[in-house]
């Protein structure tokens, strides 16, 4: 019994490990190529996002939806987005390799295609919540998101929306 308990802890442990840094490995490799032409990114902090979602809930005229989308966004702590359609192609390909093999070894949530481009969501699954959200598109667009969203609060968005 204690060596079941102790194996499943270190898988566990193991597990959690992996997934730990790839975000940041993604970061470090996008700052590798921040001098790249073409290639654009956009930070936004906790500071920035807080500043950004009490401007926005200061406006006024903000319908039930707009309030909904500000409390799924309470959970947000970090948002990168890096534009890379635009860098020279022997450069993309470079950065599209490497930012699949940081990708590969992360939970895939969702994956849609049309035509050549490919669509991914990574994510790290706890039931009703999710955490560290990575958008990729092999079109040129990365997007690292380090935080917690509620499930439930988004299934309810987008039943208001329908």
Do not use: H
């Amino acid at each position: 019994m204690k060596k079941t308990i102790i194996t499943l802890f270190l898988l566990s442990a193991t597990l959690i490990s992996a997934w730990a840094g790839k975000p940041e490995k993604l970061e470090r490799l996008a700052r590798q190529y921040k001098d790249e032409d073409g290639i654009e990114m956009v930070s936004f902090g906790r500071l920035g996002i807080r500043l950004f979602n009490g401007i926005t809930s200061l406006a006024g005229d903000l319908d039930k939806e707009d309030r909904e989308v500000l409390k799924i966004f309470r959970g947000l702590k970090k948002i990168m987005i890096i534009n890379f359609e635009d860098i020279p192609s022997e450069r993309k390909a470079a950065f599209t390799a490497k930012a699949e093999r940081i990708l590969s070894g992360m939970d895939l949530v969702m994956e849609t295609k049309d035509g050549d481009d490919t669509f991914r969501i990574y994510a790290i699954d706890d039931g009703n919540i999710i955490r560290d959200c990575i958008l990729y598109s092999s079109d040129g667009v990365l997007i690292i998101t380090k935080g917690r969203f509620n499930l439930d609060a988004i299934g309810k968005l987008i039943d208001m929306a329908e």
